[in-house]
């Protein structure tokens, strides 16, 4: 089945307001960063997001947040947004923070058609007992906490019950793929960017470099077809660096 798009505005063109989205990437590696600016101008919002961080300020995801497209995420790490933090403590935002394996499982589970499972993750923590600030008010008080989750001793240890993720559409980005949805990522772009295909009813792949089917040598594929109902290839080639750090060179270090 051929499954490319003429243009990625096409590939995002029935997503709509309020729709639920997993998007793949860790940091700014491997982001669909071409999904994310089609779904900014086609101007839908209320997005409930699914995603290991959300971007940083005016780039990936932090373009959507900016302009209040986003009113609810789950995530594992959000430290590199100023803005995520200034709406989630004004009361703007609904964040359900989630450990990152768990949240990995989550979409992994959610993929395989598996309901929930059992994790030593976040045992003895509101994770487990609930209350953790999931949305505050204005004034800074917890309008909404999260809810106690069942558990369970197997041994002498106790296990939280995670329920699976299944979102509307996922959007994710590859190095390599075919016509038929076969994916190839390059070393850490893979990262979030398979579970997050599996976990999608509908998931959209912006690839880099677009291949006719066969030409994949089926050794070398990271994600089958079969999770994948979408292919655009993308221009988006700007790849940024979420944080520079640099130190001064030593006397008689080699230049």
């Known amino acids: 089945m051929d499954k490319f798009q003429p243009s990625i505005a096409d590939a995002v063109g029935d997503i709509p307001s309020g729709a639920s989205i997993a998007v793949g990437g860790f940091g700014l590696c491997g982001i669909p960063s071409g999904l994310i600016n089609a779904i900014h101008a ?3 919002d209320d997005l409930k997001v699914v995603s290991n961080n959300c971007g940083v300020d005016e780039w990936g ?3 959507l947040l900016r302009d209040r497209r986003i009113s609810r995420t789950t995530s594992s ?3 590199e947004n100023k803005e995520f933090a200034r709406q989630y403590l004004s009361g703007e935002l609904e964040v359900e923070l989630t450990p990152q394996g768990t949240l990995a499982e989550r ?7 598996i309901p929930a499972f059992y994790t030593p993750a976040g045992g003895g923590t509101w994770i487990a007992e609930g209350g953790l600030p999931w949305r505050y008010d204005e004034a800074g008080n917890v309008l909404l906490a999260s809810p106690a989750k069942e558990t369970r001793v197997f041994g002498d ?12 559409f996922a959007l994710v980005r590859a190095t390599k793929g075919d016509r038929h949805g076969n ?5 850490t772009t893979m990262n979030f960017n398979p579970l997050c295909a ?12 677009l291949v006719e089917p066969g030409e994949l040598d ?8 079969v999770f994948v109902q979408r292919v655009v290839q993308t221009d988006d080639m700007e790849k940024r660096i979420e944080r520079r750090t640099v130190r001064v060179q030593t006397q008689g270090e080699a230049q």
Request: proline share 4%.
């Open 77 to 79: 790490y959000v430290g």
């Open 183 to 187: 994916l190839i990522f390059d070393k």
């Open 157 to 168: 240890r106790e296990f939280v019950l995670e329920e699976a993720i299944v979102t509307d």
């Open 218 to 225: 089926p050794q070398e594929v990271h994600l089958p077809g």
């Open 42 to 44: 086609k101007g839908i």
């Open 61 to 63: 995801l932090g373009v």
């Open 107 to 113: 979409l992994r589970a959610g993929g395989c058609g």
């Open 198 to 209: 599996m976990a999608g009813k509908i998931t959209i792949a912006e690839v880099e470099q």
